[in-house]
């Protein structure tokens, strides 16, 4: 059995999956190679499945990937998850900051 390369690899491919189902099915017909690949690796569940379905979507054209990304039927892991990582923490009142010079053009060197 497979092993996940990082820690939610499984989660992470199934979700993406599941978003890009519908998409594809739509844009492209459920009888398209991609859409019954995804089909089958969400019904198989292993990871070889779901990495297969996924390098099958990467090897789309740019532009199909690009307009099956960008379909509001995609959703965000913030949005299934509920996950929404923490804003950065304000720089306290009093901490150094460190100011980079100004570039000065007259000192730059012109080609040798």
Do not use: C
Not at 27 to 53: N, T, W
Not at 73 to 94: D, I, L, M
């Amino acid at each position: 059995m497979e092993r996940e390369r990082y820690p939610g690899e499984r989660r992470g491919l199934r979700l993406f999956l599941e978003g890009l189902e519908d998409v594809v099915a739509e844009e492209l017909g459920q009888d398209s190679l991609l859409y019954r690949r995804i089909r089958a690796a969400l019904g198989r569940g292993d990871l070889v499945a779901l990495r297969d379905a996924r390098q099958m979507f990467n090897h789309q054209a740019a532009e199909l990937k690009r307009k099956l990304s960008l379909s509001r039927a995609v959703p965000s892991v913030e949005a299934v998850t509920g996950w929404h990582p923490e804003p950065a923490a304000p720089t306290p009142r009093g901490a150094t900051i460190i100011r980079l010079p100004q570039r000065r053009p007259e000192l730059d060197r012109g080609p040798a």
